[in-house]
């Protein structure tokens, strides 16, 4: 979750269990490309299983992004394809991303080419499909 699960929220729950992968809030393609990394990726050893999650749809972009992540110590790479919010598909991330799997695929790949580390797509349920199943 963005602006939630920064690095002191992780730290705290690694405290609570060390056998969860944890990931990082989403960080955009851009922020990673031309922000202040050790501000925005940086994170403590303690944190351990660490996923980054990547937001961007530019293939090319994700490939550098994750081979950042992985040079940082990132166990995993993430490409979220579920956040709803308005401002994050505005910027052609996140859920709408669904409505196109073949370039989310092209995006994939190019980050798995990029590093030796597993990489991940993150897809949330809409809220109305997370009813409770019917009793056997």
């Not at 730290?11 to 060390?18: E, G, I, S, V």
């Not at 393609?29 to 749809?57: C, K, N, Y």
């Not at 997370?130 to 009793?135: D, I, Q, S, V, Y």
Request: include cysteine.
């Amino acid at each position: 979750m963005m602006e939630w699960t920064d690095r002191h929220c992780r730290f705290f729950h690694r405290l609570l269990t060390r056998r969860a992968l944890m990931y990082t809030e989403m960080v955009t393609t851009g922020a990673v490309l031309r922000g202040d990394r050790a501000r925005l990726i940086g994170f403590d050893p303690a944190e351990h299983p660490l996923a980054l999650q990547l937001g961007g749809s530019d293939a090319v972009a994700l490939a550098r992004c994750a081979r950042i992540g992985a040079d940082f110590g990132y166990d995993e790479i993430n490409l979220n394809i579920g956040c709803p919010s308005e401002r994050v598909q505005e910027g052609r991330f996140g859920a709408c991303l669904m409505a196109e799997p073949a370039l989310v695929g092209d995006c994939v790949a190019a980050m798995k080419a990029a590093v030796a580390i597993p990489v991940t797509v993150r897809r949330l349920s809409p809220r109305r499909s997370l009813r409770p199943a019917p009793t056997l």
